[in-house]
């Protein structure tokens, strides 16, 4: 505690700096935080408002991590200001917490939940919330993403350790915030097959369950109390939380069990906008029965519909707008256009298209549990196409092969042998580059002992496709989750930066791919590469969003390592078309609604 006084008078003698660009660890929890106050001068304040207190080994320690009160401008001067007027120089002056109660009652508020749903799955939730996010990050708000409950097979790893869906990671982003974390994503279910799937709770592995199971026993009785305790979370925290909702809110088969759509904004109290995707056709037969299919009591809170990704000349939609809104009660607030941006697809959406791109031919194999597959996505930064592969007839005319993540390997691997898909794979060894990422990684050893079951529910030694001199043992119910970065061990030695999300460990007999730099620690050695036969594998999840390792998959698949591919990186790329698309979603959103929906009167 004397350390942090020390730092907190120095600060007290600086005055205020505003937002620090120059800081190495900034901005370490927005964009255009202020950091004037690194070390808070009322820690700990003790109010649970804004921490909590957690147990250590060596006792109760505040913790104030998520806090994102001190770095407000107008707080930050409102603190300096005080300091003068009182003449305080020392930080140990009790008059600090007269300082923080009259802070807290003048700038602080408990935020607002505004709710996005969808008449059918791909309506358009993830890109309104996306742009929604954005455009109010853009007005100087502190805004958060949330969805309840995400049924998705892609995720990602936030700086905590957590895993979480990667539309609410994107939705982050859109939201200027550099830490992502579980409590915008408090649940996540990830399907196995067979009407199963791993239920993650906050980041963290809980359990598996069929979907009777789910319903009848973890709706009630776990379910609701962490939407509620996450989402009070982030109202402490941010003036507004955008929620997205999952599939339709009028599925009535499972309405009283659904914690994903109404129940939520019941539990948020949150106003809420349909969205409808016009491209679909039937557009106005959408809005209103799904409207229509939603009980009286939770239909008022439906305070707008939003037509999206509307081409040609929306004065087609003419006199249906009027009669729309005649029939629901509920305004049209907004005709979006076809938006031509290029960001992570949802699930639904992504392997929709059987080749994207254009150039040389990239097969990617499509698993029955395919998983994490925007993996790919930054290849279409390149001039290549990718398709994916169902069958062996499939491989025809292809450059490159990859074998992506699955949510089970060893049933997917049985699969492709089924299908005589590894037979293909095995045939274009040393034609180019076979690449394999996660479970495919683990596929292109040369075993995998499930001897407890617990991959495939099996106790069984399996033949992989031996590629790689590997073995993968699935010991327990253990998963990785982690956040790397380091370097490339081949091509230009450039940087990466990636996420692991696997079970299983294995026993690695070949060059690393990668050196993963520890902040503590020496560094360690990733993946698998024998340059001379075109063979890579790696359990890195994004290692294509860096140009370096990128740049010479590509090199390889097309024979010339000559070649001065774009050094573009992904990142930057998303975050060109999340502007993107917020300004075409404000150009044809009425904000002014939007914006007294959310307690603001412009």
């Not at 990602?156 to 350790?161: E, H, I, N, S, Y």
């Not at 290029?342 to 150039?359: A, F, I, M, T, V």
């Not at 998983?371 to 450059?399: H, Q």
């Not at 490159?400 to 492709?416: E, F, H, R, V, Y």
Request: with cysteine; net charge negative.
């Amino acid at each position: 505690m004397d350390c942090m006084r020390k730092k907190v008078n120095e600060e007290i003698k600086r005055g205020w700096i505003g937002s620090n660009c120059e800081c190495p660890y900034h901005p370490a929890h927005f964009t255009h935080q202020d950091c004037s106050w690194c070390y808070c001068p009322f820690f700990p304040c003790n109010d649970r408002t804004f921490g909590c207190e957690v147990e250590t080994k060596h006792g109760p320690v505040w913790d104030c991590t998520d806090c994102l009160f001190i770095h407000r401008t107008d707080v930050c001067k409102f603190i300096y200001e005080e300091i003068d007027r009182l003449g305080i120089e020392d930080a140990n002056d009790t008059r600090f917490k007269d300082i923080f109660e009259s802070a807290k009652k003048k700038y602080w508020k408990k935020g607002k939940a505004l709710m996005v749903v969808g008449a059918t799955s791909d309506a358009g939730k993830t890109v309104t919330v996306t742009a929604l996010c954005r455009i109010l990050h853009d007005r100087g708000y502190l805004v958060a993403p949330f969805k309840a409950q995400n049924m998705s097979l892609n995720s990602k790893v936030t700086l905590f350790g957590e895993e979480i869906a990667l539309a609410q990671d994107l939705q982050a982003k859109a939201a200027g915030l550099k830490n992502p974390d579980s409590h915008m994503n408090p649940i996540l279910l990830k399907p196995k097959g067979d009407c199963v799937s791993q239920v993650i709770i906050c980041g963290k592995p809980f359990k598996d369950y069929d979907a009777e199971t789910y319903y009848s026993e973890f709706v009630d009785e776990v379910g609701i109390g962490i939407v509620k305790e996450q989402m009070e979370f982030l109202k402490d925290r941010y003036d507004f939380v955008i929620m997205e909702g999952a599939g339709s809110p009028a599925e009535i088969n499972i309405y009283d069990k659904d914690i994903a759509n109404m129940r939520a904004a019941e539990i948020a109290d949150a106003d809420v906008i349909l969205v409808i995707n016009a491209e679909f056709g039937g557009s106005f037969g959408y809005a209103v029965g799904t409207i229509k299919l939603i009980p009286e009591s939770d239909r008022k809170r439906i305070k707008g519909i939003v037509m999206n990704n509307v081409r040609g000349d929306p004065k087609c939609f003419g006199a249906g707008i009027s009669t729309l809104e005649e029939i629901t009660g509920v305004p049209v607030i907004g005709i979006i256009p076809h938006a031509d941006v290029n960001l992570p697809k949802e699930d639904s959406e992504s392997l929709r298209s059987s080749e994207q791109g254009s150039g040389p031919l990239i097969g990617v194999i499509k698993f029955p549990h395919i998983a994490n597959f925007t993996d790919l996505d930054p290849l279409l930064l390149e001039n290549v196409r990718i398709r994916y592969i169902e069958k062996p007839e499939d491989f025809l005319g292809v450059a490159a092969i990859i074998l992506p993540g699955t949510k089970n390997t060893i049933s997917d691997l049985n699969w492709m042998k089924e299908k005589g898909i590894a037979n293909s794979v095995l045939k274009f060894k040393g034609r180019g580059p076979i690449l394999g990422i996660c479970g495919g990684y683990q596929m292109m050893g040369k075993t995998l002992d499930d001897s407890e079951g617990l991959e495939n529910g099996e106790k069984k030694v399996y033949e992989g496709l031996g590629l790689l001199d590997n073995t993968t043992r699935f010991p327990s119910y253990d998963k990785c989750i982690r956040r790397d970065q380091g370097k490339l061990n081949i091509g230009d030695l450039g940087e990466f930066t990636g996420y692991e999300l696997h079970m299983g460990i294995s026993e690695v007999n070949e060059k690393p791919l990668f050196t993963i730099e520890k902040m503590f620690g020496d560094p360690e050695q990733e993946g698998s590469v024998r340059e001379d036969e075109k063979l890579y594998g790696t359990y890195m999840h994004g290692l294509f969003d860096k140009p370096s390792f990128r740049r010479h998959f590509v090199s390889v698949m097309k024979n010339d390592f000559t070649e001065n591919c774009p050094a573009k990186d992904y990142d930057a790329s998303v975050e060109e078309n999340i502007q993107k698309l917020a300004d075409i979603f404000e150009k044809n959103l009425d904000m002014k609604t939007i914006m007294a929906l959310l307690g603001v009167n412009e």
